[in-house]
């Protein structure tokens, strides 16, 4: 029996994730976005894990989504905001888009996995400890290399987005 | 991994020595590839740095000589090739080490000659870097322990041959050999240093060819190049004799010993190899290049002679013949020469010849060991004697500025040093008897060959003796027509323009100088140092190969033991070779240095004048070689070009390159430049390779 | 109780509806929102294993994942801030100077 | 957790201190931009120290043998220790170039950071066991590169193939977290070696899902190793980006991409028990037949050698194909990444010489430069040989191996013989545009044939590359040792009896069988 609450979130998670992609305005996609990132954060939750879920929030809805509504802010010209699409190629995409749902699934629904359904959700909850427990021990230095890749995202679109206008000339 | 290697290669362990013959050959190579880069920082630096070097590469030489006198070799290999199991290695022996010292040494000296020789050349760089790298592609032959790094050394001297044969490429007239105008058969008679060069290359290539099909012939029924291993598995040598391949694997392998040593049929290179600079002469005929021929039937003699129970003998008869055949005819070209280096060079061959002949008796006779022990004694004292005598005539060169003797004359007066030392060093090449080192060399070579119990042995010895004294007589006049007698015409007018006729330089003559003393201290006690070297090597064969007391194979009829064969001299031996010496010797000294009698005289009678003229157009092979091998099959190679192209290359090559043409079009025109379809395309892809995988 | 089979038939259809995006759509922009549903759609399949699973590597990895797809969307940002500059329009299917 | 000494956690430390010491210099300096030498400098020195520490320990016989299970997330082993040797020394040569490459080019601070933090990703890559490790360890490869392509900011080429190379980053790194996710989710744990196992024994129901997973595993790697239907970026974006970069995306990163797919797709696919190797070798055929036609009539010459490598990831592909069959095969393929690193590298940075002094990438300019630049044109030349298998260049032998265990593989695979056709042929059709340049190099005559100054560093790093593809051309036994010792031995994989292809790996095959 499928969850209501499920059936809700569901439906807006989807929702607003084809809306995102298909609302005319860029700026509107952007909160749509948005949404549907909540939506995600919402299946954590039910899914008891609230702490991912507030990670999702504070750094999707927070962070992410505030960026790219910067960002389309900043660039804001005419020529972001007319959605211009081939016939052929987006026809082509739902068809792909389809054939990959239908197939991917049905290999999902033939599986074993099918028949699988959660435990007592109060015996099996994880503990925000063993969460942390895990990244310091095992994962630790995946934890490190995850720094260093923030640092290097961070290094990269620093060098991206600062403007130069002094030695750059000659080189062109 | 890395430790292993070294391991393997007795770097780590206390065969600590092999090291150095690792270094022997590294050494040359590494100074060659930095000499470019030295060169920038200076001059000066750049030539210490050759010298360096090569001294570097001879006390690594000479810290072997140890082991040398133990008898004994080392083997020391790393991996080399293993997808088809070839290692490296070196394969220091008694062989091996005093060749590597010779080399070592006599290079170190013509390095030292040249700081002076090639004083001031421009394109001195790529003189260091050539010669480097030959004196090291030569110790990689000597050293190595298969035939693979043979192989690669063997085309190393090659190449850097050709790059010093033709040093001075601008083809200035001065560097020719050979008169200019002169044809035999509407072929030139001279040559360019960047002809000669070709044909040098070219010619030892036809050599190298053979050898290299016998090298993999071998190869091929036996599954490795090592020498050791060669030996001690001979299942491969009967497998191949059962099909009537052994033999003619091996003379193909001696082919390229041929072509390298200059040997009958293809001799003639050698002649036009004139051209390049003196030392580099010298480093061709004495050390290296032709050595390197006679070094590799040495180094592989006693292994065939192992396998003499598979019909080896057949092998050792062509060597003996093409040697016996090689001294005849060069030593009847060189008395009508009148280039003093070509006539050298005539000489290098006939000599060359005599230890072919004494490497080919060995296998033949009882003794292994004697003719064996006579040949490579010739090898030592012909190395010492013919790089003295080629840097003298560089000497001479130097101070007259031309090839040809009949411009000398009478310069004994001005050139004193040069003077006496390369009448030392003649003297050893006319085996003039007792005193010097070719006289006992040549003296083992008679006696071995007088005492092979081969059926066919005195014919040789005919040959040999002949030949001592032919030798003996254009020794003679040589030094005659340069030293003795009125000074030329051409020097007279030099001397008018105001050039002094001097002698060369302390850096040119005392290399020189070291080597024709060597010669003659050699001989003085050459009675010693001959059975000294049976004995080492005599030592080294039974001990390694298990030859020199039992009797070979069938097919050689048994001489009753010989007397001693070295100061016990062999009386008819001695005799032959007192006689010969004393006949060459006395008619060079009436007609050139006496000059009692005018060579004149044989262009008066008509027979005399034609013999001197098919001497002198050497027997006519030259024009042979050029009309068979040149200039016919590139009239026929036009013609068969002309059809061949014009129908098939026309014809196929467009028709592939359209099609290939085509596809790469279409594949292009998938590529759009538009991100959207290539994310597509890596859709669908997920899409195909899950369900591949599914299925 | 939901089953976790809704879970992974729902992220499958995000990574669908995902892909569609990514193909069809020509604005820079809306290619990254393309690219965020998809990264969003593998979490959700990853923390709904760890539900079932009852077991913290699975969270452990989404928090990498999201952490790793924010760095990601900086990094985009910036390529299209460049884009922008240069052209003055981030409509994809104009970058072809590139072809054959 | 892993050791703390051990290598992976070391070169992290090193080259991470100093990619984020470099930024942070240049935001206490006051004149801005024209320190290219410095943190040249800085990167070079200690990318060597990393090389040389990674080959100490290799020497040292600390390192263990190539391991598949780990209990960390990191382990320490000669098969993490080759790829990392062969990326790093990639890194290095790119390093050195950009001293010349980077002069007069803004924000030099930046550009070597990204370089150092990419170099860890690649390394961490080999040596990860955990498959959270390894998507960790990969985008730190990835992201720098993104930033890096897009690097020359005014060129609207270099932003193209930055947009295109992100876009399917970007895609290809959710698709294999979409997979690690399915992976975690069938077997309970991001441990490679453990899921593996688990693997070995999956529930029959479980097993499509495992293939799918398996299958989003090619597609998410193929992406970075250019396999071909996810090999579209490719040429666009090496073409595009800065030519030093370039040489970065196609040696280095590219075979990290085979480090990981080796660690995952071979061993889980083997764990699977499933026949899967025909997949791989069709995509491989057709990765190399595509990329050598692709290359063949180009007129810019990033561009061909952007689609040669795709031809050469076609033919490490045999080998890894080829991997229940023979240790050969994988032998053969390591020791083709290492050569091709190499090759692939100092092509590029010899195309970065000819960009820095001529500013072309056209065919056409190449014309001459055998007098024109000889060290530069005799590099390239030889890099190309090279990369067609010459001998007896480094490429020929490490196409021997691969191509001769192709062959042997005939009598347990009906099609191996055929892949080794496929190869040869291939190899022909390559020679076909590899010489062409080398003709316009050495043949033709350009408008200029005046001798220009070739940049030093370049040379320097070109004469480096030479002396590796001959010498080891020459002496190729230690590299081919140590790619035999790194293979891991996939017979012990899998539990004995439980797995039809267990039977038939040669657990003891050398290379001596030949």
């Not at chain 2, 071995?448 to 003679?476: C, I, Q, W």
């Not at chain 4, 043949?443 to 370049?458: I, L």
């Given at each position: 029996?499928?969850?209501?609450?499920?059936?809700?979130?569901?439906?807006?998670?989807?929702?607003?994730?084809?809306?995102?992609?298909?609302?005319?305005?860029?700026?509107?996609?952007?909160?749509?976005?948005?949404?549907?990132?909540?939506?995600?954060?919402?299946?954590?939750?039910?899914?008891?894990?609230?702490?991912?879920?507030?990670?999702?929030?504070?750094?999707?809805?927070?962070?992410?989504?505030?960026?790219?509504?910067?960002?389309?802010?900043?660039?804001?010209?005419?020529?972001?905001?007319?959605?211009?699409?081939?016939?052929?190629?987006?026809?082509?995409?739902?068809?792909?888009?389809?054939?990959?749902?239908?197939?991917?699934?049905?290999?999902?629904?033939?599986?074993?996995?099918?028949?699988?359904?959660?435990?007592?959700?109060?015996?099996?909850?994880?503990?925000?400890?063993?969460?942390?427990?895990?990244?310091?021990?095992?994962?630790?230095?995946?934890?490190?290399?995850?720094?260093?890749?923030?640092?290097?995202?961070?290094?990269?679109?620093?060098?991206?987005?600062?403007?130069?206008?002094?030695?750059?000339?000659?080189?062109? | 991994?890395?430790?292993?290697?070294?391991?393997?290669?007795?770097?780590?362990?206390?065969?600590?020595?092999?090291?150095?013959?690792?270094?022997?050959?590294?050494?040359?190579?590494?100074?060659?590839?930095?000499?470019?880069?030295?060169?920038?920082?200076?001059?000066?630096?750049?030539?210490?740095?050759?010298?360096?070097?090569?001294?570097?590469?001879?006390?690594?030489?000479?810290?072997?000589?140890?082991?040398?006198?133990?008898?004994?070799?080392?083997?020391?290999?790393?991996?080399?090739?293993?997808?088809?199991?070839?290692?490296?290695?070196?394969?220091?022996?008694?062989?091996?080490?005093?060749?590597?010292?010779?080399?070592?040494?006599?290079?170190?000296?013509?390095?030292?000659?040249?700081?002076?020789?090639?004083?001031?050349?421009?394109?001195?760089?790529?003189?260091?870097?050539?010669?480097?790298?030959?004196?090291?592609?030569?110790?990689?032959?000597?050293?190595?322990?298969?035939?693979?790094?043979?192989?690669?050394?063997?085309?190393?001297?090659?190449?850097?041959?050709?790059?010093?044969?033709?040093?001075?490429?601008?083809?200035?007239?001065?560097?020719?050999?050979?008169?200019?105008?002169?044809?035999?058969?509407?072929?030139?008679?001279?040559?360019?240093?960047?002809?000669?060069?070709?044909?040098?290359?070219?010619?030892?290539?036809?050599?190298?060819?053979?050898?290299?099909?016998?090298?993999?012939?071998?190869?091929?029924?036996?599954?490795?190049?090592?020498?050791?291993?060669?030996?001690?598995?001979?299942?491969?040598?009967?497998?191949?004799?059962?099909?009537?391949?052994?033999?003619?694997?091996?003379?193909?392998?001696?082919?390229?010993?041929?072509?390298?040593?200059?040997?009958?049929?293809?001799?003639?290179?050698?002649?036009?190899?004139?051209?390049?600079?003196?030392?580099?002469?010298?480093?061709?005929?004495?050390?290296?290049?032709?050595?390197?021929?006679?070094?590799?039937?040495?180094?592989?003699?006693?292994?065939?002679?192992?396998?003499?129970?598979?019909?080896?003998?057949?092998?050792?008869?062509?060597?003996?013949?093409?040697?016996?055949?090689?001294?005849?005819?060069?030593?009847?070209?060189?008395?009508?020469?009148?280039?003093?280096?070509?006539?050298?060079?005539?000489?290098?061959?006939?000599?060359?010849?005599?230890?072919?002949?004494?490497?080919?008796?060995?296998?033949?006779?009882?003794?292994?060991?004697?003719?064996?022990?006579?040949?490579?004694?010739?090898?030592?004292?012909?190395?010492?004697?013919?790089?003295?005598?080629?840097?003298?005539?560089?000497?001479?060169?130097?101070?007259?500025?031309?090839?040809?003797?009949?411009?000398?004359?009478?310069?004994?007066?001005?050139?004193?040093?040069?003077?006496?030392?390369?009448?030392?060093?003649?003297?050893?090449?006319?085996?003039?008897?007792?005193?010097?080192?070719?006289?006992?060399?040549?003296?083992?070579?008679?006696?071995?060959?007088?005492?092979?119990?081969?059926?066919?042995?005195?014919?040789?010895?005919?040959?040999?003796?002949?030949?001592?004294?032919?030798?003996?007589?254009?020794?003679?006049?040589?030094?005659?027509?340069?030293?003795?007698?009125?000074?030329?015409?051409?020097?007279?007018?030099?001397?008018?323009?105001?050039?002094?006729?001097?002698?060369?330089?302390?850096?040119?003559?005392?290399?020189?100088?070291?080597?024709?003393?060597?010669?003659?201290?050699?001989?003085?006690?050459?009675?010693?140092?001959?059975?000294?070297?049976?004995?080492?090597?005599?030592?080294?064969?039974?001990?390694?190969?298990?030859?020199?007391?039992?009797?070979?194979?069938?097919?050689?009829?048994?001489?009753?033991?010989?007397?001693?064969?070295?100061?016990?001299?062999?009386?008819?031996?001695?005799?032959?070779?007192?006689?010969?010496?004393?006949?060459?010797?006395?008619?060079?000294?009436?007609?050139?240095?006496?000059?009692?009698?005018?060579?004149?005289?044989?262009?008066?009678?008509?027979?005399?004048?034609?013999?001197?003229?098919?001497?002198?157009?050497?027997?006519?092979?030259?024009?042979?070689?050029?009309?068979?091998?040149?200039?016919?099959?590139?009239?026929?190679?036009?013609?068969?070009?002309?059809?061949?192209?014009?129908?098939?290359?026309?014809?196929?090559?467009?028709?592939?390159?359209?099609?290939?043409?085509?596809?790469?079009?279409?594949?292009?025109?998938?590529?759009?430049?538009?991100?959207?379809?290539?994310?597509?395309?890596?859709?669908?892809?997920?899409?195909?390779?899950?369900?591949?995988?599914?299925? | 109780?939901?089953?976790?089979?809704?879970?992974?038939?729902?992220?499958?259809?995000?990574?669908?509806?995902?892909?569609?995006?990514?193909?069809?759509?020509?604005?820079?922009?809306?290619?990254?929102?393309?690219?965020?549903?998809?990264?969003?759609?593998?979490?959700?399949?990853?923390?709904?294993?760890?539900?079932?699973?009852?077991?913290?590597?699975?969270?452990?990895?989404?928090?990498?994942?999201?952490?790793?797809?924010?760095?990601?969307?900086?990094?985009?940002?910036?390529?299209?801030?460049?884009?922008?500059?240069?052209?003055?329009?981030?409509?994809?299917?104009?970058?072809?100077?590139?072809?054959? | 957790?892993?050791?703390?000494?051990?290598?992976?956690?070391?070169?992290?430390?090193?080259?991470?201190?100093?990619?984020?010491?470099?930024?942070?210099?240049?935001?206490?300096?006051?004149?801005?931009?024209?320190?290219?030498?410095?943190?040249?400098?800085?990167?070079?020195?200690?990318?060597?120290?990393?090389?040389?520490?990674?080959?100490?320990?290799?020497?040292?016989?600390?390192?263990?043998?190539?391991?598949?299970?780990?209990?960390?997330?990191?382990?320490?082993?000669?098969?993490?220790?080759?790829?990392?040797?062969?990326?790093?020394?990639?890194?290095?040569?790119?390093?050195?170039?950009?001293?010349?490459?980077?002069?007069?080019?803004?924000?030099?601070?930046?550009?070597?950071?990204?370089?150092?933090?990419?170099?860890?990703?690649?390394?961490?890559?080999?040596?990860?066991?955990?498959?959270?490790?390894?998507?960790?360890?990969?985008?730190?490869?990835?992201?720098?590169?993104?930033?890096?392509?897009?690097?020359?900011?005014?060129?609207?080429?270099?932003?193209?193939?930055?947009?295109?190379?992100?876009?399917?980053?970007?895609?290809?790194?959710?698709?294999?977290?979409?997979?690690?996710?399915?992976?975690y989710g069938i077997t309970g744990t991001t441990n490679i070696g453990s899921s593996i196992q688990a693997m070995a024994s999956l529930q029959k129901g479980?097993?499509?899902?495992?293939?799918?997973?398996?299958?989003?595993?090619?597609?998410?790697?193929?992406?970075?190793?250019?396999?071909?239907?996810?090999?579209?970026?490719?040429?666009?974006?090496?073409?595009?980006?800065?030519?030093?970069?370039?040489?970065?995306?196609?040696?280095?990163?590219?075979?990290?991409?085979?480090?990981?797919?080796?660690?995952?797709i071979v061993l889980g696919m083997f764990a699977l028990n499933v026949d899967w190797t025909v997949t791989l070798a069709i995509v491989a055929v057709f990765?190399?037949?595509?990329?050598?036609?692709?290359?063949?009539?180009?007129?810019?010459?990033?561009?061909?050698?952007?689609?040669?490598?795709?031809?050469?990831?076609?033919?490490?592909?045999?080998?890894?194909?080829?991997?229940?069959?023979?240790?050969?095969?994988?032998?053969?393929?390591?020791?083709?990444?290492?050569?091709?690193?190499?090759?692939?590298?100092?092509?590029?940075?010899?195309?970065?010489?000819?960009?820095?002094?001529?500013?072309?990438?056209?065919?056409?300019?190449?014309?001459?430069?055998?007098?024109?630049?000889?060290?530069?044109?005799?590099?390239?030349?030889?890099?190309?040989?090279?990369?067609?298998?010459?001998?007896?260049?480094?490429?020929?032998?490490?196409?021997?191996?691969?191509?001769?265990?192709?062959?042997?593989?005939?009598?347990?695979?009906?099609?191996?013989?055929?892949?080794?056709?496929?190869?040869?042929?291939?190899?022909?059709?390559?020679?076909?545009?590899?010489?062409?340049?080398?003709?316009?190099?050495?043949?033709?005559?350009?408008?200029?044939?005046?001798?220009?100054?070739?940049?030093?560093?370049?040379?320097?790093?070109?004469?480096?590359?030479?002396?590796?593809?001959?010498?080891?051309?020459?002496?190729?036994?230690?590299?081919?040792?140590?790619?035999?010792?790194?293979?891991?031995?996939?017979?012990?994989?899998?539990?004995?009896?439980?797995?039809?292809?267990?039977?038939?790996?040669?657990?003891?095959?050398?290379?001596?069988?030949?």
């Open positions: 029996m499928v969850d209501p609450v499920f059936i809700g979130v569901a439906v807006l998670t989807v929702g607003s994730a084809i809306i995102s992609l298909e609302s005319r305005e860029l700026i509107y996609g952007a909160i749509a976005l948005a949404i549907s990132m909540l939506g995600i954060a919402g299946f954590f939750l039910l899914l008891e894990s609230p702490f991912v879920a507030m990670f999702q929030i504070a750094v999707y809805v927070g962070a992410v989504a505030v960026l790219v509504i910067f960002t389309v802010m900043l660039v804001r010209t005419q020529a972001l905001f007319t959605t211009k699409e081939d016939k052929g190629r987006k026809s082509a995409g739902i068809v792909l888009m389809l054939i990959f749902m239908v197939s991917i699934g049905a290999i999902f629904i033939v599986s074993a996995l099918n028949n699988h359904t959660f435990g007592n959700p109060k015996a099996s909850a994880i503990d925000f400890t063993a969460i942390g427990q895990q990244m310091l021990t095992y994962y630790s230095p995946a934890l490190i290399t995850l720094a260093l890749t923030l640092a290097g995202a961070v290094i990269g679109a620093l060098a991206l987005a600062r403007r130069e206008e002094e030695i750059e000339q000659k080189n062109d | 991994m890395v430790g292993d290697n070294l391991k393997m290669a007795g770097i780590v362990g206390f065969e600590g020595i092999a090291i150095f013959a690792w270094l022997v050959w590294i050494l040359p190579f590494a100074g060659g590839a930095i000499i470019p880069a030295v060169a920038k920082v200076g001059k000066k630096v750049r030539d210490y740095t050759a010298v360096g070097f090569a001294l570097a590469s001879a006390i690594s030489a000479a810290a072997l000589i140890p082991l040398a006198f133990s008898g004994s070799e080392i083997h020391s290999q790393i991996n080399w090739i293993s997808v088809v199991n070839v290692k490296a290695g070196v394969l220091p022996d008694p062989l091996s080490i005093v060749m590597t010292n010779l080399v070592a040494w006599i290079s170190f000296l013509i390095i030292i000659y040249s700081t002076g020789y090639m004083h001031g050349d421009r394109d001195l760089t790529r003189y260091w870097f050539f010669m480097l790298f030959f004196i090291g592609s030569m110790q990689l032959i000597v050293l190595s322990d298969n035939l693979l790094m043979v192989f690669f050394g063997w085309e190393g001297v090659g190449l850097a041959s050709y790059a010093l044969i033709g040093f001075w490429y601008y083809d200035k007239k001065k560097d020719f050999v050979g008169s200019i105008g002169d044809r035999a058969g509407g072929i030139a008679m001279w040559a360019s240093p960047s002809h000669a060069g070709m044909k040098a290359f070219l010619m030892t290539r036809a050599g190298d060819t053979m050898m290299l099909a016998g090298m993999f012939m071998i190869f091929i029924y036996s599954g490795t190049f090592g020498f050791k291993e060669l030996l001690q598995n001979q299942a491969w040598a009967a497998q191949m004799a059962h099909q009537n391949l052994l033999v003619p694997a091996a003379v193909l392998l001696f082919g390229g010993a041929v072509g390298k040593s200059a040997q009958f049929p293809l001799n003639e290179w050698l002649l036009e190899a004139m051209t390049g600079p003196t030392p580099v002469s010298a480093l061709i005929h004495a050390a290296t290049m032709v050595k390197a021929g006679v070094f590799l039937v040495a180094r592989i003699g006693p292994l065939f002679f192992a396998l003499a129970a598979f019909g080896m003998t057949q092998f050792f008869e062509v060597v003996a013949w093409v040697g016996a055949i090689t001294a005849f005819l060069l030593a009847t070209q060189a008395i009508v020469n009148p280039e003093i280096k070509k006539v050298l060079a005539y000489s290098t061959g006939s000599q060359i010849g005599y230890m072919m002949m004494a490497l080919g008796i060995a296998g033949l006779s009882v003794n292994f060991v004697d003719g064996y022990a006579a040949g490579f004694f010739q090898l030592m004292s012909h190395a010492m004697f013919k790089a003295s005598l080629f840097m003298g005539a560089g000497a001479l060169l130097h101070t007259v500025g031309s090839r040809f003797m009949t411009d000398m004359g009478g310069l004994r007066k001005h050139m004193r040093k040069t003077y006496i030392f390369m009448l030392l060093a003649s003297l050893s090449l006319a085996a003039a008897p007792l005193i010097t080192a070719g006289f006992w060399s040549k003296d083992a070579i008679f006696a071995a060959v007088l005492e092979s119990g081969y059926a066919h042995a005195l014919p040789l010895f005919g040959v040999a003796v002949v030949v001592a004294a032919m030798t003996a007589f254009y020794t003679f006049r040589m030094i005659g027509m340069a030293f003795f007698g009125k000074k030329s015409k051409y020097l007279e007018e030099m001397e008018q323009r105001g050039h002094h006729l001097h002698e060369v330089g302390p850096n040119m003559w005392v290399p020189f100088a070291i080597l024709a003393v060597a010669t003659i201290a050699t001989g003085v006690v050459g009675f010693i140092i001959g059975p000294q070297i049976t004995n080492y090597l005599g030592g080294y064969l039974v001990h390694y190969f298990g030859i020199g007391k039992e009797v070979p194979s069938a097919g050689v009829s048994i001489a009753p033991e010989g007397g001693k064969t070295f100061f016990g001299l062999n009386p008819t031996a001695a005799a032959a070779s007192f006689g010969a010496f004393a006949i060459g010797a006395i008619l060079g000294y009436i007609v050139y240095i006496a000059r009692k009698v005018d060579p004149e005289i044989i262009s008066r009678n008509i027979v005399t004048r034609a013999i001197w003229k098919f001497l002198y157009n050497r027997w006519y092979l030259n024009t042979l070689l050029y009309w068979g091998a040149v200039i016919g099959p590139m009239a026929i190679y036009r013609i068969i070009w002309r059809y061949f192209e014009s129908t098939i290359i026309d014809g196929i090559s467009p028709a592939f390159q359209y099609t290939m043409a085509y596809f790469s079009k279409v594949v292009r025109a998938g590529q759009t430049g538009i991100t959207q379809t290539y994310l597509f395309v890596f859709g669908v892809g997920i899409m195909i390779i899950v369900m591949l995988m599914l299925l | 109780m939901t089953e976790l089979i809704y879970y992974v038939l729902l992220s499958v259809v995000l990574v669908a509806i995902g892909i569609y995006g990514l193909v069809v759509k020509r604005n820079a922009v809306r290619m990254l929102f393309a690219l965020e549903i998809i990264a969003n759609a593998a979490n959700l399949n990853l923390i709904a294993f760890s539900r079932n699973l009852s077991n913290a590597q699975g969270q452990v990895f989404a928090l990498f994942s999201i952490a790793i797809a924010a760095a990601e969307v900086a990094v985009g940002l910036g390529i299209i801030i460049i884009a922008y500059r240069l052209y003055k329009e981030i409509d994809v299917e104009e970058f072809k100077s590139m072809r054959g | 957790m892993a050791d703390l000494i051990s290598t992976p956690l070391i070169v992290t430390l090193i080259l991470g201190v100093v990619g984020l010491a470099i930024p942070i210099i240049d935001a206490f300096k006051k004149e801005r931009g024209s320190n290219n030498r410095l943190y040249s400098g800085i990167a070079f020195g200690a990318l060597i120290i990393t090389i040389g520490f990674v080959i100490f320990r290799v020497l040292s016989g600390e390192v263990m043998p190539a391991v598949l299970f780990s209990k960390g997330v990191l382990t320490d082993d000669l098969f993490g220790s080759f790829f990392a040797i062969a990326l790093l020394i990639v890194s290095i040569m790119v390093t050195a170039s950009s001293w010349n490459y980077m002069k007069g080019r803004i924000n030099p601070a930046a550009y070597y950071s990204l370089i150092l933090l990419s170099s860890i990703g690649m390394v961490l890559i080999a040596y990860s066991t955990d498959l959270v490790m390894l998507l960790v360890a990969w985008e730190l490869m990835s992201i720098p590169t993104y930033a890096l392509a897009a690097f020359s900011k005014r060129d609207p080429i270099s932003n193209e193939a930055a947009i295109k190379y992100f876009m399917f980053g970007a895609l290809s790194s959710a698709i294999l977290v979409f997979a690690i996710g399915l992976v479980l097993v499509p899902v495992g293939l799918l997973a398996i299958g989003l595993f090619i597609a998410g790697f193929g992406f970075k190793m250019g396999l071909v239907p996810f090999h579209m970026w490719l040429p666009d974006a090496y073409e595009g980006a800065p030519t030093t970069i370039g040489a970065l995306l196609a040696a280095g990163t590219k075979k990290a991409g085979f480090a990981a797919a080796l660690r995952v990765t190399m037949t595509l990329g050598n036609l692709g290359a063949l009539i180009q007129k810019s010459v990033p561009r061909i050698l952007a689609y040669s490598s795709i031809a050469q990831a076609g033919y490490i592909l045999i080998g890894i194909a080829l991997a229940p069959y023979s240790n050969q095969a994988l032998t053969g393929s390591l020791f083709h990444i290492l050569n091709h690193a190499v090759m692939k590298s100092a092509g590029f940075i010899a195309a970065a010489a000819v960009a820095a002094t001529l500013a072309s990438y056209s065919l056409e300019k190449y014309r001459g430069l055998g007098r024109r630049m000889p060290i530069t044109a005799i590099a390239f030349s030889i890099s190309l040989l090279a990369l067609a298998g010459v001998p007896p260049l480094n490429g020929f032998w490490s196409k021997l191996v691969l191509f001769g265990a192709a062959i042997n593989s005939g009598s347990v695979v009906a099609w191996g013989p055929y892949l080794a056709i496929a190869g040869v042929l291939n190899s022909a059709l390559s020679l076909g545009y590899y010489a062409w340049i080398i003709r316009k190099m050495y043949m033709e005559e350009g408008p200029d044939m005046s001798k220009v100054k070739e940049p030093r560093a370049m040379v320097a790093v070109l004469v480096f590359a030479m002396v590796f593809m001959v010498g080891f051309g020459v002496w190729h036994a230690p590299i081919l040792q140590f790619a035999s010792k790194a293979v891991p031995h996939l017979s012990n994989i899998v539990p004995t009896g439980s797995n039809h292809l267990s039977n038939i790996v040669p657990s003891s095959k050398t290379l001596h069988d030949f």
